[in-house]
């Protein structure tokens, strides 16, 4: 595979969560203060014995700032698309908050406006299929972006300079996506260029997240989502479904994927214009031809930058957030029937119902080709069947509990009803006026005021008698209840 890209540009996806709160209304508003309060200092970028200092920085100058509304088609997005891109959405809730690098060269320049390159050597087989024995990487920016679910997406994005291959990209994507592609750079002057690997990726990007990562819970290095947004000439050939699917799975040239996993991943809506997604990433592809239209002319970091990639995350904000929700399913369970088990459930169905209304539409824009774009992701990641996999689940675990629940009530009320049932027999029986019943206290009484207690006592044992046996016979008649209800309830399956 052959050719030189025009320009490309690969965003790596890092996503946390930032907030375990049920109620996320006022820690987006919270977590927005904090992240536009750090500097290079506060964030440890200045520190000039890490390889990951920003020596250009300012450090006493805010590292984010607030996004501005960017993109030629934000204002056919609908409100929740447009906060993505920094727009306004009046009249909207806060749902997402996006940043941007306050400093423009805080990751791509050095202390006197040099460029910042790192080398990420290439393994032997990479440097067959290639021809280069390393890569020359340089971080141009990074975007963060926080969701009122308290899901956090870093886009740390990067380009390979001087590649004049697609192969370069994809040996080059599929060593940094790859936790156990790590290989120091050898004789690389540490002053000009450091060693990249995924790890080295991984602790620049926790490093811009900040405070908002917890400690138990780091960015993963070993596979991470990567965005490939590449253009290519005109003269090159190559087939364009095959490309944006290497690109969209982090491939290199020696897989060989079918003809049914190149359909179920790549969408072209135009001849020289190919878009991918999977569950590794997704890509942008389009061939630089003279019948492209206008928003071709900077598809790299204008359209595909600021349409396309937004709605990516859009869709894979969603994934982050599905993952995070559904843990609870297979997850060891609070005693079954238990008041905090069934607290759980709601919570579910809170979260959930507070999801589909603000993030999960059919549509997210008045334009087919963003709409289908859109699409093509959600089936991808699977949005739909995910969500309503997880209302199902919700639903049947609780009507499992009200099952539970309404069994045990059951199972008690037959025991209060037999012990009931059973002691007021007992006491009709008791003053049935039979030889071996109880005498009519009232009369009795009367009838041995005068007697002595030698002639009363018969009596009184006989009347101590009755009240163990209908108390004893009373508890009897609820254990018979009990019994009936929990062997004859036909009414759900027995455990």
Known sequence: MSGTPLSHQIHGLFPFAF????????????AREGVLSWTPESLSLTQTTQILSASNAAPDQPVWQTYPGKGVAIDDLYPFAQQILGGAAENFPLLCAPFDLAQSALLSQRKGGKPRLWTLSLSASAQKRCGR????????????YLFR?????????WHYQGATQTTEILEGNYALSHGQYQRAAKGADASENTAMDPDTLRLLAEKLAGPLLKDSEPMQSDRRVLYSIVQIPEEDSQDLDLLTTHLSHRQSTDYLPSLDMIQSTVWSPFPYLCHGASLEGGASVMRNTATASDFGKNFVAGTGANTYLPLAIATLHSHFWLL??????????????????KEGVEDIFSMTVEYRRYFHYPIVSQISLHNRFYHLWQEALQIPERISFQEQTAKDVAELLSNHRTRWIGRISGAVGGFLLTHELLEALSTSGLSFAMPDMRVWFVETANKSQIVMRPMVELVEHWELTIFLGSLLGGLLGLWLTWNFDTSFKKD
């Open 19 to 30: 907030s375990d709160a049920k109620n996320h209304r006022d820690i987006l508003e919270k």
């Open 149 to 157: 679910t308290g899901i956090g997406i870093l886009d740390l994005s």
């Open 133 to 144: 024995e390393s890569l020359t990487v340089q971080v141009d920016r990074a975007r963060l």
């Open 324 to 341: 995070n929700r559904t843990q609870w399913i297979p997850a060891r369970r609070c005693r079954e029937g238990s008041r905090s088990e």
